[in-house]
Structure formats: C-alpha cells, structure tokens
C-alpha cells in the first residue's frame, strides 16, 4: 500500500518570537523528494499561523492556524513544499515533523521512524553519523539570510595577489585622475542652452513685441515685418469674428486673391506658429472682410 515514506521522515525544532517578521524554515530533500506532509506542534500560549509566503501574518496570507499550549495539526500539500513560514502572537517553540508521500492516510503518521535531525537555522552545531564520501559534498542547505556575522580577522590581505602595474583602482570611479577635459567651452552633465547653436534646438524667447495692423479693405495684401530670430507668432483678429476668413503666406502675393500656397483661418481661431527661429522675415496676410484689425505677437 502506498503512502508516507518512512525513511524521509525529518523534525525540525525553532523558536518563534512574538509578532515578529515570519520565520523562514527551509526543507531538504530526502531521497530525491521534497516533504508534502506535516505535523506542527504549537507549544507556544498564543495561535501560531503557517503559510507559504513571508508575509504571513494573524490577519493575511496564513493557510492554517494552530492554537497554543500543545496544539497539533497536520497539513499536506500534494506539490510539496520546499519552504515555510511561522508566525506566532507569543514566543513558541515549534516542532515540526516532515514527510515525503505518495498517498496520504492518518494512520501513517503513528507509524514512521523515529530518525530526527534538528534542523533550526540558529543550531551552533550539526553532529554527523558518519563521515561525508570524499568530494565536494554538501549537508542541507546554507542559509545565506540568517547566517552569523562573519569575522574578516583571519583574512591575510597581505599575501593577496597584486594588482596588475597601472593606475587601478578598487572600488571606486578615480575623478580625480580622470583625463583632463579638451579645451574650450565644455560642458559636464548639463545642456548648455545659452551656447546651442541656430537650427538645433529652439532656444527659449526673450523679446516679445505686439503689432496692431488695421485691414480697411477686405481681400488687400497687408504685411508685418517680424523681428530678427523670431521663435513664436500669434495672430488673430482683435474681438474675433468667424463670419471672417483669414489668408496668410510668407511671400507676398498670395493672399488678396487667394494662390496657392497660402494657409487659410477663420476669423474666429488664432493662428498659433511655435517650434522656429526665423532669422530674418515678413508675415502676409488678408481679411475677407474690410476694416478689421489683426493682432500679432511674434517673439524673439
């Protein structure tokens, strides 16, 4: 009949502090399997609460709770579990009894072998049967999380190997042995804007100038020069009128009687032109209806 296997029977003694961080026990694989059966003993006076995330806790992520004073309880878990995590409301002691199995009957657990490894992450020391096979073998697993602090005193720094000859460095960026920066304007880690050369990146405007123009007649080439760098245009018709239609071009004669190209608005919009550096320029533009006066803000 198949069920636990006697010989992966393993216990696990720890202390659990009170509502402390989640206690982490790690399981070792006994012939090829790791533990799906458990058995949890509770010697603590407060609930304990097992689950396999570290965030365990009284309210969250805890599979089961077993009660204090002697409480018992037995979980398994087809998968198998490679971990656990145990947090109390008191300082407990735990013990915990750890079975492979390929079918999982109640009686099996009265009748497996009384091998037991105390395996607690703080045990100071681990006593062997026997002596290990020859070779780089291991015992269980090293648990890099909760190891003591290790002591550097026995390290012999001075018989480590030498650096290669140079300027090396441990540890560390040398600034102060950096080459030496070319001459000229450079610049280290910042966007010099005030140097940016024309036809990069638009610079930020500094001269903004307003220009009234009144267009007594409707559908008449009128025109305003803009300043020299001018980066930003606004345009409109002042007290907006969108029964109006506006024409605008960069050249003159395309505007009074509308040639192609030229950009067309309603009167009611205003014509917003961003993103340029015009060195030198003229804005021309026309009204469909007579005695309107645009408005212009071009910056530079």
């Known amino acids: 009949?198949?069920?636990?296997?006697?010989?992966?029977?393993?216990?696990?003694?720890?202390?659990?502090?009170?509502?402390?961080?989640?206690?982490?026990?790690?399981?070792?694989?006994?012939?090829?399997?790791?533990?799906?059966?458990?058995?949890?003993?509770?010697?603590?006076?407060?609930?304990?609460?097992?689950?396999?995330?570290?965030?365990?806790?009284?309210?969250?992520?805890?599979?089961?709770?077993?009660?204090?004073?002697?409480?018992?309880?037995?979980?398994?878990?087809?998968?198998?579990?490679?971990?656990?995590?145990?947090?109390?409301?008191?300082?407990?002691?735990?013990?915990?009894?750890?079975?492979?199995?390929?079918?999982?009957?109640?009686?099996?657990?009265?009748?497996?072998?009384?091998?037991?490894?105390?395996?607690?992450?703080?045990?100071?020391?681990?006593?062997?049967a026997a002596a290990l096979p020859a070779g780089t073998n291991k015992i269980g697993v090293v648990d890099i999380e909760n190891m003591p602090a290790i002591a550097l005193s026995n390290v012999d720094i001075a018989s480590l190997p030498e650096l290669p000859a140079g300027d090396n460095n441990i540890g560390n960026v040398d600034v102060v042995t950096l080459p030496s920066i070319p001459a000229g304007n450079n610049n280290i880690g910042d966007v010099d804007v005030t140097t940016i050369a024309a036809g990069q990146v638009v610079k930020p405007g500094t001269a903004p100038n307003i220009y009234n123009?009144?267009?007594?007649?409707?559908?008449?080439?009128?025109?305003?020069?803009?300043?020299?760098?001018?980066?930003?245009?606004?345009?409109?018709?002042?007290d907006a009128d969108t029964s109006v239609d506006l024409r605008f071009a960069f050249v003159t004669g395309k505007v009074a009687t509308p040639t192609a190209p030229y950009y067309k608005y309603n009167g009611g919009v205003e014509l917003i032109i961003d993103g340029l550096e015009i060195a030198s320029g003229t804005l021309y533009f026309a009204c469909s209806g007579a005695g309107k006066i645009m408005q212009i803000i071009a910056i530079a």
């Not at 393993?10 to 790690?26: K, L, W």
């Not at 995590?85 to 008191?90: A, F, I, P």
């Not at 123009?213 to 803009?226: G, K």
């Open 1 to 128: 009949m198949a069920g636990i296997i006697k010989t992966t029977q393993r216990e696990y003694r720890t202390t659990v502090a009170a509502s402390a961080p989640a206690q982490r026990i790690i399981f070792n694989a006994m012939e090829n399997k790791f533990p799906n059966v458990f058995q949890i003993t509770n010697y603590g006076a407060q609930a304990l609460f097992i689950g396999t995330l570290p965030t365990v806790s009284a309210l969250k992520d805890f599979i089961i709770s077993i009660p204090g004073g002697g409480g018992s309880a037995v979980y398994t878990d087809p998968s198998s579990l490679r971990e656990m995590y145990l947090y109390s409301l008191s300082d407990a002691n735990i013990i915990i009894k750890s079975w492979a199995a390929d079918e999982v009957f109640s009686s099996d657990l009265y009748q497996t072998l009384a091998t037991t490894i105390i395996n607690s992450v703080l045990t100071s020391s681990v006593t062997l």
């Open 213 to 238: 123009i009144t267009m007594t007649s409707a559908n008449t080439e009128y025109s305003q020069a803009l300043p020299a760098g001018c980066k930003k245009i606004f345009a409109s018709i002042q």
